[in-house]
């Protein structure tokens, strides 16, 4: 009996130990099948499927009449999926002599990686085709190297309207952080710039897959059965206000021009017909690897290439700020149209210094339409004393300045318009007299406007009072579903009666077509065009030169502006918008009825 207890007891242990190990290896399986089998499915389906992303092209960007302004064209890519790539010495060789790039630079492209290992990681971009065959004739020797058919931006106007236009480049990892809930992605491309930038979310489109069988070696037996590829959408289409062909003549206009801002607008609406910024830059360079030379000189300090001087540009408005002041001392009483204030001998004496007029010589003895006709600025010195900051201050900020126009690209400046506050502030209480908003009044001193408010202003103006907010984007026609239009938008109504609106616009046409205007280098024999110049200090070098316009004065239908960095005078850059208005009267409009 003995005997037999010990024999039964290792029969007993072997039991307990196999029951153990079964348990373990059920448990195992349940891990396996049950809870993790998702997972494991994935892995092995990932190991037989290569997942090919197709990126969708962008929608187009057109003109108002619908003529192409940017377009895209397919392009190679060189991919690299991590999840089958093997990094031995002899596949970077051959890789690094197919491409005719560095080892470096393919750790880096990796290091950066896509969002999960099966995703495709850009080595090179643009790539031709007689690389593309070398590669799929010997793809066995490039194991989990692929290539893709990409869509790239063109720009067949080059310079045209870039800074309005745009331009788009890869996704920062800054710029991934803020916008990967939007479902952007590593190696996207987005707006950088412009129409670009602002409507990056319509453009973009949505990114298709194709899905390919594949053998442990990496290559493609076809298409997965059963399992259909998503087709890529494309990005909607944008209609812009801008017109190709008026645009080429704005940008004809500025062709000589160093640093400054051409800019058309309808009135009627606040639609942007053109908008050059100079100097400006090429859109074709970043459809390519740009050089550090080259990017140098797209940053240049000295002429910022990249920067919008349209909406970002910030200067004193010099006399064309005499209209504000004018409109003012209307409506508070101060002024009409046939007061004559103390004549203008060239100066005049203002607590403890002589406040000078342009003209040394004086204007003599004239009303409030000479005044605004001959820019007269002892005239609206007396006009600012009776104003005082206050008004002036008020009536300048509901006028549109000191604040976003709301235009529909950005970054925008808001410029700057004092108040009793800042000079307090500034100089303490008591510290600061009324000659400051003499300065002010003639648009000088510490005002400052963008060249964009300043359409903005004399476009409403034009229209009888309403501040439309200016727009470069007429229409959204997405590839699926009805267009959006893009309503105008107002901005409210300028802080004047209708009375005094009158007597600025009689003045304005006068300032070209009076005997003594300042903007005689503006008249049209067959359109009467009203306008404005300005010449504003500036403390570092030349002054600037402002010219505005528009026309035909009794239903204005069109408004130019014009500022020339360094340009010394207002009225010698009346000639560009004079021929502007000729050609958009004369050949433009008759052609659209």
């Not at 969708?56 to 991919?79: C, E, F, Q």
């Not at 010997?138 to 870039?162: F, K, M, N, T």
Request: charged share 20%; glycine share 8%; hydrophobic share 40%.
């Amino acid at each position: 009996m003995k005997s037999r207890q010990f024999s039964i007891r290792p029969i007993r242990v072997l039991s307990v130990a196999l029951s153990v190990a079964f348990l373990i290896l059920i448990s195992a399986v349940f891990n396996l099948q049950i809870i993790s089998g998702e997972y494991y499915y994935r892995l092995s389906e990932n190991n037989r499927i290569r997942i090919v992303p197709k990126r969708a092209p962008r929608g187009r960007i057109l003109d108002r009449k619908g003529k192409v302004l940017v377009d895209n064209r397919p392009t190679y890519t060189i991919s690299i999926l991590p999840f089958e790539f093997t990094k031995k010495p002899e596949v970077i060789s051959r890789l690094v002599d197919l491409l005719s790039i560095t080892p470096e630079e393919i750790d880096k492209q990796l290091q950066r990686g896509g969002i999960t290992p099966y995703a495709p990681v850009p080595i090179k971009r643009k790539v031709d085709f007689t690389t593309v065959s070398e590669l799929q004739e010997h793809l066995l020797d490039y194991p989990g190297v692929i290539y893709e058919v990409e869509p790239q931006r063109v720009y067949p106007w080059r310079s045209h309207a870039a800074h309005a236009i745009g331009y788009i480049g890869e996704i920062s990892a800054p710029e991934l952080r803020d916008l990967y809930r939007l479902n952007y992605k590593a190696g996207d491309f987005i707006g950088k710039l412009g129409i670009e930038k602002s409507y990056d979310t319509w453009l973009r489109g949505k990114d298709g897959a194709e899905f390919f069988e594949v053998r442990v070696t990496g290559e493609v037996v076809g298409p997965v059965q059963g399992r259909p590829n998503i087709q890529a959408i494309s990005g909607a289409d944008i209609i812009s206000t801008i017109d190709l062909e008026l645009q080429a003549l704005a940008e004809t206009l500025m062709a000589n021009v160093e640093s400054g801002v051409f800019i058309a607008m309808d009135p009627r609406n606040g639609e942007v017909l053109s908008m050059v910024s100079r100097p400006s830059f090429d859109l074709e360079l970043f459809t390519k690897t740009i050089t550090d030379s080259i990017w140098d000189l797209l940053n240049c300090r000295e002429t910022h290439p990249l920067l919008n001087r349209a909406i970002q540009g910030t200067y004193p408005p010099a006399s064309i700020f005499k209209l504000v002041t004018a409109m003012g001392a209307v409506d508070e009483g101060i002024a009409n149209e046939k007061t004559h204030l103390q004549a203008c001998h060239g100066s005049i004496w203002y607590g403890d210094r002589w406040f000078n007029c342009w003209n040394r010589q004086g204007h003599g003895d004239i009303n409030l339409i000479q005044a605004i006709e001959q820019s007269c600025d002892v005239y609206f010195y007396q006009l600012s004393l009776h104003l005082g900051l206050d008004k002036w201050s008020e009536l300048a900020s509901a006028s549109g300045f000191g604040k976003p126009t709301g235009i529909d690209i950005s970054p925008e400046a808001v410029g700057f318009v004092p108040s009793r506050q800042y000079f307090a502030n500034r100089y303490g209480r008591g510290g600061w007299g009324h000659g400051v908003v003499m300065n002010l009044c003639i648009g000088q001193g510490e005002i400052l406007v963008t060249p964009i408010q300043m359409a903005q202003y004399i476009c409403s103006i034009a229209n009888g009072g309403t501040i439309y907010k200016p727009k470069l984007v007429k229409e959204i026609r997405p590839p699926m579903g009805r267009p959006l239009i893009v309503e105008n938008e107002k901005n409210g109504q300028l802080p004047a009666s209708a009375v005094a609106m009158r007597i600025v616009r009689d003045g304005m046409v006068q300032v070209v077509n009076g005997p003594k205007g300042t903007g005689v280098w503006a008249q049209l024999p067959d359109v009467k065009v009203a306008g404005k110049t300005g010449t504003a200090q500036n403390p570092h070098g030349l002054d600037h030169a402002w010219f505005v316009a528009y026309a035909p004065a009794e239903s204005p239908r069109i408004v130019v502006l014009t500022l020339i960095e360094h340009g010394i005078s207002g009225g010698a850059w009346a000639p560009l918008a004079r021929d502007y208005i000729w050609y958009f009267m004369n050949i433009y409009e008759p052609r659209l009825n």
